[in-house]
């Protein structure tokens, strides 16, 4: 799976398109039937690249994080600081709704979860 995360996007692409390519130019010159060609062709280039982009996103992996909640910031950003006493910024909308609704009010520790730069799940801290 650590291949994956570490395999670009265009990769997950490139190498799905150039096997259907290998297959198609296999089945010009084969004495098979065409239609299992066919099917394959259109499973590489249906199928395969939905499996990379899976192992990509499963291959990432999540990391949780205690922060405390600063500010809204611009668009969907939010202004937190971490446990090292360093400001920076998290892009989630829900938890910006939260802040603006009264829902968390500023200072509030909250637990996030993180896959990337995705914000997947935050909860407060009791």
């Known amino acids: 799976m650590r291949f994956f995360s570490r395999l670009s996007w265009f990769a997950t692409f490139l190498i799905p398109a150039l096997a259907a390519i290998a297959v198609a130019l296999w089945g010009l010159n084969s004495t098979l039937p065409r239609i299992y060609f066919v ?3 259109l499973f590489i280039l249906i199928i395969l690249p939905g499996v990379f982009i ?4 499963l291959g990432t992996p999540i990391h949780e994080e205690e922060i405390v909640l600063l500010a809204a910031g611009s668009g969907d950003r939010v202004k937190v600081l971490r446990p090292d006493g360093h400001q920076d910024i ?13 829902e968390l009010p500023s200072g509030t520790r909250l637990r996030l979860l993180r896959r990337g730069d995705i914000v997947v799940r935050w909860e407060p801290i009791p």
């Open 54 to 57: 899976l192992l990509k996103i």
């Open 39 to 41: 099917a394959a062709f």
């Open 90 to 102: 998290v892009s989630d909308i829900g938890l910006k709704k939260a802040l603006l609704a009264g």
